[in-house]
């Protein structure tokens, strides 16, 4: 991948967001990771995306039962 898309940095610009995703020294810590809260706040999108989904279904089944 490219520098240029992945933000200059060698990694995605979600990981290296580091002054809200627990920040570390870049002089300390060159190639970096992506922080546990960058993975909870993942997890949390991922699951708000899966019950959004589970509750339209069962609005659609519901409608369908209906009409």
């Given at each position: 991948?490219?520098e240029?898309?992945?933000?200059?940095?060698?990694?995605?610009?979600?990981?290296?967001?580091?002054?809200w995703a627990?920040?570390?020294?870049?002089?300390?810590?060159?190639?970096?990771?992506?922080?546990?809260?960058?993975?909870?706040?993942?997890?949390?999108?991922?699951?708000?995306?899966?019950?959004?989904?589970?509750?339209?279904?069962?609005?659609?089944?519901?409608?369908?039962?209906?009409?």
């Amino acid at each position: 991948m490219s520098e240029a898309r992945w933000g200059g940095v060698g990694q995605p610009w979600i990981c290296s967001m580091r002054t809200w995703a627990g920040g570390t020294n870049p002089m300390r810590d060159p190639g970096g990771s992506c922080s546990w809260v960058t993975v909870v706040i993942l997890g949390i999108l991922v699951l708000l995306a899966v019950l959004v989904h589970s509750f339209f279904g069962w609005v659609r089944d519901l409608l369908s039962a209906l009409f």
